[in-house]
């Protein structure tokens, strides 16, 4: 007999799964379908979490073989132990998709496995890999399919040489030499890590700046602190081939009008990520995409098919984890008669590198573009007495406010604890404050966040442990 359900779900990522937990709290009948063999999408299984803990193992190396001298910390001999650092990895990861299989059943959510097919409005088939299809009967369809690595035509994947980030997570031993193409937030990340891990690292980016979207002053300065870890790179550089001869790599690339040749022995295409929807809409159902092959939808989640919503990195925006859950649990509120809604100016994005990299809202160059009548107020962490002690000085925050209401307009911030020191700026510019509410906002002392209070502050250039404005 056909099950049915008030909501089901294709794809569980952190767009799905979320949109599942919520949809279950609101008492909907909700169904999960995954085609792969654990919960939690690109995210949990070979995207943020994998590479965060990657990113954390790493540093904690760089700061016993760098760092720790400082602080009268003598460490001998520092040195790695690959296979157990991934799998304290693999560990981390399985503790979390096993966590949100256990929050599916919590929320009395049932789990498919196998790829979902929308075979009719309301109708969902699932193909299991044991062989065996189902049909699942729904008031509403949630496509939550999520993205796949951008392929370039002359580097195709083959796994080995030339990799994805999937790939890039799992090296068993880091490679002599790797050639990072695409200087974004996974280049910039899986490429730390491998540095730090004594890969020779060689990042080439096409544009005449690294992390895109991100400020450009403070990711001017990200690129100088990765150069001083060893990392090289090769900016306005358009690679046009890749080679492989036995098992090394030449890529050919054109650097102000001058041919580069580039030897490695692995190299990771990090150029982007694109909508995965394949297969996941028969034709004739007639779901509409935009040029990019993004699904569309309406600010309430919905396709040009009632009763058909799609969410997360298969819809346009930045194709982040929090966005994708915000998103899902918007979705499932709306499909249970709520007013569910995401706030699309309060969502940061943060590379994870050593200093991080963490912006929300407008940068400056975006302000200016605008035509808007803005100010600047910043505070770098050399003036701040947490950063000092921490003996972790390099970064700054940076405002940017508008000049006559004062309203943030954006924030951003360089810091080894950026990702976190960010959230207070998006909670303000969520309830519409301003660098004056951040300023007169007592924090405690000694802390990292004063540099925020200050950067506030010094919107209108009175920060308070500063000589030069
Ligand atoms: P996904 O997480 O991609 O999940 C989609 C799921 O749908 C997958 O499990 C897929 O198997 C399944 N699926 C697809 N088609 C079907 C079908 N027909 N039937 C059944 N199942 C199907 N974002 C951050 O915010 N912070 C980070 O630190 C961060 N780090 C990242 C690091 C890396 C290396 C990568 C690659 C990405 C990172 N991201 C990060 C981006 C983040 O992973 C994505 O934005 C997020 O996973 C998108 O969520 P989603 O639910 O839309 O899709
Ligand atoms: P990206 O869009 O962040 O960066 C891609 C970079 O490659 C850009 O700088 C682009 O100019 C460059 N590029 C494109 N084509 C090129 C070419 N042919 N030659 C040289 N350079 C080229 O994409 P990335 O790093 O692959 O990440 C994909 C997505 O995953 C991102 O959109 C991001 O949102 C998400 N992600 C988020 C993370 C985080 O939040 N910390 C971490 C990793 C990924």
Redesign the pocket.
Request: contains cysteine; charged residues 25%.
């Given at each position: 007999m056909m099950e049915k359900f008030d909501v089901v779900i294709i794809g569980s990522g952190p767009g799905g799964y979320i949109a599942a937990i919520r949809a279950g709290q609101l008492g909907l009948k909700t169904a999960l379908v995954e085609k792969d063999k654990e919960l939690g999408g690109t995210c949990l299984n070979i995207?943020?979490i994998p590479?965060k803990a990657l990113l954390t193992s790493s540093d904690h190396f760089m700061f016993a073989k760098k760092e720790a001298a400082k602080h009268g910390i003598m460490i001998d001999g520092a040195h790695v132990d690959l296979g157990k650092m991934q799998q304290r990895k693999d560990k981390v990861v399985k503790t979390f998709t096993g966590g949100v299989r256990a929050l599916m059943k919590t929320n009395k959510v049932t789990t498919f496995e196998g790829i979902g097919t929308i075979i009719a409005p309301g109708k969902v088939s699932v193909k299991s890999s044991k062989g065996g299809t189902q049909e699942l009967e729904t008031k509403n369809i949630v496509i939550a399919t999520g993205?796949a690595?951008?392929e370039?035509p002359f580097a195709k994947f083959d796994g080995k040489t030339i990799v994805s980030?999937t790939e890039a997570l799992t090296f068993a031993e880091a490679p002599k030499k790797l050639l990072v193409?695409?200087?974004?937030?996974?280049?910039?990340?899986l490429g730390s890590v491998w540095n730090r891990l004594g890969s020779e690292v060689t990042m080439?980016?096409?544009?005449p700046r690294?992390?895109?979207?991100f400020d450009l002053e403070l990711s001017n300065l990200l690129q100088r602190l990765l150069t001083a870890q060893g990392i090289t790179f090769h900016l306005e550089?358009?690679?046009s081939a890749v080679k492989i001869d036995n098992g090394a790599v030449t890529a050919t690339a054109t650097k102000s009008g001058e041919e580069l040749k580039f030897k490695a022995d692995k190299v990771l295409v990090?150029?982007?990520?694109r909508p995965f929807s394949e297969g996941v809409c028969a034709e004739k159902i007639g779901v509409e995409f935009d040029d990019r092959k993004r699904i569309k939808v309406d600010k309430h989640f919905r396709t040009n098919v009632e009763g058909i919503y799609a969410i997360g990195d298969v819809i346009a925006g930045?194709?982040?984890?929090h966005k994708a859950e915000d998103e899902g649990i918007a979705c499932a509120e709306i499909i249970a008669g709520k007013a569910g809604h995401v706030n699309y100016d309060a969502i940061a994005?943060?590379?994870?590198t050593n200093p991080e990299l963490a912006g929300v809202g407008l940068t400056e160059d975006q302000a200016k573009e605008k035509g808007i009548d803005y100010g600047v107020g910043k505070f770098p962490f050399r003036a701040n007495s947490r950063a000092l002690c921490n003996e972790d000085v390099d970064g700054m925050v940076k405002f940017v406010a508008d000049s006559k209401t004062d309203r943030i307009l954006g924030a951003h911030i360089l810091q080894h604890a950026a990702s976190e020191l960010i959230a207070e700026a998006v909670s303000v510019i969520e309830f519409g404050g301003s660098s004056e509410d951040i300023g007169r906002t007592c924090h405690s002392h000694p802390t990292l966040s004063e540099a925020v209070k200050e950067a506030a502050l010094n919107v209108e250039k009175r920060a308070l442990h500063i000589m030069n404005r």
């Amino acid at each position: 007999m056909m099950e049915k359900f008030d909501v089901v779900i294709i794809g569980s990522g952190p767009g799905g799964y979320i949109a599942a937990i919520r949809a279950g709290q609101l008492g909907l009948k909700t169904a999960l379908v995954e085609k792969d063999k654990e919960l939690g999408g690109t995210c949990l299984n070979i995207g943020c979490i994998p590479s965060k803990a990657l990113l954390t193992s790493s540093d904690h190396f760089m700061f016993a073989k760098k760092e720790a001298a400082k602080h009268g910390i003598m460490i001998d001999g520092a040195h790695v132990d690959l296979g157990k650092m991934q799998q304290r990895k693999d560990k981390v990861v399985k503790t979390f998709t096993g966590g949100v299989r256990a929050l599916m059943k919590t929320n009395k959510v049932t789990t498919f496995e196998g790829i979902g097919t929308i075979i009719a409005p309301g109708k969902v088939s699932v193909k299991s890999s044991k062989g065996g299809t189902q049909e699942l009967e729904t008031k509403n369809i949630v496509i939550a399919t999520g993205s796949a690595p951008v392929e370039l035509p002359f580097a195709k994947f083959d796994g080995k040489t030339i990799v994805s980030s999937t790939e890039a997570l799992t090296f068993a031993e880091a490679p002599k030499k790797l050639l990072v193409i695409g200087a974004g937030a996974i280049g910039l990340e899986l490429g730390s890590v491998w540095n730090r891990l004594g890969s020779e690292v060689t990042m080439l980016e096409f544009l005449p700046r690294i992390a895109l979207g991100f400020d450009l002053e403070l990711s001017n300065l990200l690129q100088r602190l990765l150069t001083a870890q060893g990392i090289t790179f090769h900016l306005e550089t358009k690679v046009s081939a890749v080679k492989i001869d036995n098992g090394a790599v030449t890529a050919t690339a054109t650097k102000s009008g001058e041919e580069l040749k580039f030897k490695a022995d692995k190299v990771l295409v990090s150029v982007g990520r694109r909508p995965f929807s394949e297969g996941v809409c028969a034709e004739k159902i007639g779901v509409e995409f935009d040029d990019r092959k993004r699904i569309k939808v309406d600010k309430h989640f919905r396709t040009n098919v009632e009763g058909i919503y799609a969410i997360g990195d298969v819809i346009a925006g930045p194709m982040l984890a929090h966005k994708a859950e915000d998103e899902g649990i918007a979705c499932a509120e709306i499909i249970a008669g709520k007013a569910g809604h995401v706030n699309y100016d309060a969502i940061a994005g943060v590379i994870y590198t050593n200093p991080e990299l963490a912006g929300v809202g407008l940068t400056e160059d975006q302000a200016k573009e605008k035509g808007i009548d803005y100010g600047v107020g910043k505070f770098p962490f050399r003036a701040n007495s947490r950063a000092l002690c921490n003996e972790d000085v390099d970064g700054m925050v940076k405002f940017v406010a508008d000049s006559k209401t004062d309203r943030i307009l954006g924030a951003h911030i360089l810091q080894h604890a950026a990702s976190e020191l960010i959230a207070e700026a998006v909670s303000v510019i969520e309830f519409g404050g301003s660098s004056e509410d951040i300023g007169r906002t007592c924090h405690s002392h000694p802390t990292l966040s004063e540099a925020v209070k200050e950067a506030a502050l010094n919107v209108e250039k009175r920060a308070l442990h500063i000589m030069n404005r």
